[in-house]
């Protein structure tokens, strides 16, 4: 479809430099006011293999990927003979002179006359991309200087004129592609972050200072940001041994006053699931982000799928208050990252953000996130007034007890994994366990009260409710602009936390819609089985996807129509 | 001043006998003779009954899970370097449940004790081996006799040049006390393996057994040289050495990370200048 926004596919071979080609281009077109959606596809391998980094952007909000290819940047034969079918009508090959091409419209690049060495190959592609969608050459230098000011002036001239001859030679040449329409004008600042940069960002406004991890695509990047990010905040951070390390790291640190978090995904959390359960009974708080990809077991190590709903939901053994959160896009990964660290913090709860490898992946242009507007992190209880009377496990009507911090007064915090007393003492005592269990339950409601309500987007009463979580929001929100004018009335209803579920907050929504139609990333449609469990609402139509990639609106729209059918 | 009657006196679950009651009253010794408030102390413990021991003592407490007592530990450390954390538990927990994490944390070494209570068998869950069990010894659960090789702690942390090796035995008191209270001034991961005699499952390892072999390190030993160290730490048979067996100044992983000079992670607050320069750095 040709509509303002293009769609913009480099591939090649891991280590061809695609991510450095895409990541630039995303960055100029971010300064220059565009919108983008990024979507990274690559395969579990170092070097070698297919992988692509897709750019769709355009002057207007652009919300999910989608398959069809304005502009294919191969840098090998494998990515022409396996993309040329997807080139739109005004699409466009651009490809060294050294690969077979189909009878497409292409700009075959003379890599070796642009550029001295194969090293400036990647600058190259970059001059040539951003000349064919007419993108400032300034904007482009300044990030091409930025690049390469460490390795000293010659290195940044010699990138340059690379860059420079690159951009000039595309406009010497004729090729059908016209620019990209102006940018808004007035669009303001703007920032360019995947989700997991932003779930990092989101952690430290949320006053995180400790972070434990072992490594696990995709959720590693939330700590290498993290790691980068918080040496300004004098974060402390440790690769741990193992997963069941970095959880109880955690939980150790929380009980000595950190703000911590642990990332993975869902094969390192199956290992972190006894810690989550001590969270729950030393009544601690700690964020733990899981971010999806297919299993079960190893899956698709590198690909897409929101099917871990059901294990973070359940994980740890014995009943115990959580919050889990799905965020749709990067902002949300920055506001709801802060809010689990309060949320966290507030109810002495493991608090989780379950994201996946689209959205871990996937770069977006926003506005800078508005710092001032955040809640200051709680304040922690240093000095108790009961002072040596302190107890850690004091029974209050909300739940909640007051949690003092080792080490700073004379109280002393007693915290057991047994079932315990109110100063944190095991008990065999019965009926002291069932207290206890009924005031850590009772934190719950609190949680449901404070639960963040699905967002509802399109008219009252629709004809067609999709009903998705987490970052299947774009896709949704693609559908419903493609549905607007026909006859079909739709409406998205999207889930951002998705525990506790308060059905008050959404129940109208589901009653009122003619038919609901539930889209998410599993085979077997857990939340639709969650929202029937905790509200008896039924939701029978249910569009899954579960074969590594992210939702699209075509692949919605066909799963309408079989619906339909 | 802070005396051992401030670490309190409780009624404990233990087996009358057990080596448990004698490091109870050890580590409150050394931890009243370093003149540490039980309030600036935080023992960590695992799961079994070993990790019951800081029940029955005031202080600040984290009982955790089976084998976990080392990375809460850690954890707690590194948010509050002004805190003594203690890890105490048992062999099973320590060194079979928890033996990734012994590992890691002797190449870690952060300033954190550990106080392994090792009666070479698993007695909360009633006599099964433990990774200390001497081959051949058989249990309920292991009728044929042990058929592994009992895992050397000491010997292993010796190896990986841990700063502070002891070997101390539950019979000698006053002795472990020393240990502990050296082990908690030693600035990195210290390791004190305590023999312990289990009077209900162990019926190999008793307290004359130990009594005949246990011997007290003199000044010829020099912990400071490993092959010597090295040779100490694999005696054990018909003679056991007790005392400091390995000893090096390797600096504490403290010393690598500059977060911390800013204090404990509980007293700071939110640096919104710094966000706000991350932020932007994403333009």
Known sequence: MNGPDINIVIGGEAGQGLVTVGDTLSRALTRAGYEIVVTQDYMSRIRGGHNTFAIRTGPDPVSAPTVDIDILVALDQESVDLHAGQLTARGLIVAGDDLRLPDAPCLRVPYRRLAPKPLYDNVAALGVLGSAVCNDLSILERLVSEAFEKKGPEVVEANLSVLRAAYAWVREQEHPFACMPPAPADAGPRIMLNGNEAIALGALAGGCDFLSF?????????????????RETGLVAEQAEDEIAAVNMALGAAYAGARAIVSTSG????????????AGMLELPVVIVVAQRPG??????????????????????GEFPRAVFAPGGVEDCFYLTHRAFELAERYQSPAFVLTDQFLADSYRSVAPFDLDALPEPPEHLLRPEEGRAYKRYRITEDGVSPRAIPGFSEALVVSDSDEHTEDGK????????TAMQDKRLRKG??????????DYYGPDRPDLLLVCWGSTLGAALETLRRLEGRRTRAAVLHFRQVWPLNGRQFLPFLEEAARVVMVEGNSTGQLAALIRQETGFLIDNLILRYDGLPFTAAFILAGLGSLDA | MVGMEDYGQFETAWCPGCGNHAILKAVKKALAGLGLAPHEVLLVTGIGQAAKAPLYMNCNMFTGLHGRSLPAATGARLANPGLTVIAESGDGCSYGEGGNHFLAALRRNVNITLLAHDNQVYGLTKGQASPTTMQGMKTKAQPFGQPSLAFNPVAVAAAMRAGFVARGFSGEIEHLAGLIQEAVRHPGFA????????VSFNKLNTFSWY???????GPEHDPTDFAQAMSKAQEFGERIPIGVIARNDRPPFEAGVPGLARGPLAARSLDRDALRRIVESYA
């Not at chain 1, 490594?215 to 790691?227: D, K, R």
């Not at chain 1, 079960?296 to 053994?317: C, F, I, K, M, W």
């Not at chain 2, 009594?211 to 390190?217: A, D, H, N, P, S």
């Open chain 1, 296 to 317: 079960p077991a190893t899956g698709l190590p590198t690909r897409s799928e929101q099917a871990d709903l059901n294990l973070v939901l359940y994980a740890g053994h």
């Open chain 2, 191 to 198: 390791l004190v393996d305590i023999l312990q005699p289990c």
């Open chain 1, 214 to 230: 072992y490594p696990m695509t995709p959720g590693t990047s939330v700590a290498l940001a993290l790691i980068d990010k918080g």
């Open chain 2, 211 to 217: 009594k005949e072999r246990v011997y007290r390190l």
């Open chain 1, 445 to 454: 409601y609190g949680l449901i009260e404070e639960a963040v309500p699905p």
């Open chain 1, 426 to 433: 095991l008990t065999e005592d019965l009926s002291v366990r």
């Open chain 1, 267 to 278: 094969g390192g959390f199956a290992l972190m699931c006894e810690g989550v359960s001590l």
